[in-house]
């Protein structure tokens, strides 16, 4: 017996054929758990049945044959890329972390950012429960783009003026 797949819902985690007695059907199990069966001797224009995966493998004869469609397969990439960067991340940290010769001021300095965020973000709340100064700093936040954009976006030269500013700033902060 040959088995195809069939999406449902744009995903098929994977496609079986079973052979329930002398009836055969084909089932096409979803990523929930649930597969979805359609009797082979009914056609396509046969309802279908909602059954769970376990009994269709209590079955006599099941053949499953896998099958993922592309955006499951693009998403199994994007996976691997991530935890590949998470742990290049990780071991850089690591190895700066043992670099380090004075770990107390470097966890006194993380303590510190970490109260000054979370101060900050209080302050944030508090400003955003008045009634006039959110849309006030909305509009101001709007003004202040448009000038920055119109300053240093929109022609070569200031864009260009831009990152020569940038880049001695960076020099000033690395002192290079």
């Known amino acids: 017996m040959a ?3 069939a999406a449902i819902g744009g995903q098929v ?12 059907a084909a089932a096409v199990s979803r990523a929930d758990g649930f597969s979805m069966r359609r009797s ?4 396509l224009g046969s309802p279908l049945r909602l059954q769970t995966s376990r009994a269709a493998s209590e079955s006599k004869r099941v053949l499953l ?8 397969v693009e998403v199994e990439e994007v996976q691997s890329e991530v ?5 290049d991340l990780l071991k850089s940290v690591q190895e700066s972390w043992e670099k380090t010769d004075d770990k107390l001021a470097i966890s006194s300095l993380g303590f510190a950012a970490f109260v000054t ?13 008045l009634p006039f100064l959110p849309g006030l700093f909305e509009l101001v936040g709007i003004l202040v783009t448009g000038w920055f954009t119109y300053r240093y976006l929109i022609f070569k030269p ?15 902060i690395t002192g290079q």
């Open 158 to 172: 200031d864009r260009e003026e831009l990152l020569k500013k940038i880049d001695e700033t960076k020099s000033k």
């Open 13 to 24: 985690a994977s496609c079986s054929v079973v052979a329930l007695g002398s009836r055969p």
């Open 83 to 87: 935890a590949d960067a998470a742990n």
């Open 40 to 43: 082979a001797l009914g056609g």
């Open 117 to 129: 965020l979370w101060g900050s973000f209080g302050l944030v709340g508090a400003i955003d429960k």
């Open 65 to 72: 044959v896998s099958a993922k469609t592309k955006t499951e």
């Open 3 to 5: 088995a195809t797949a």
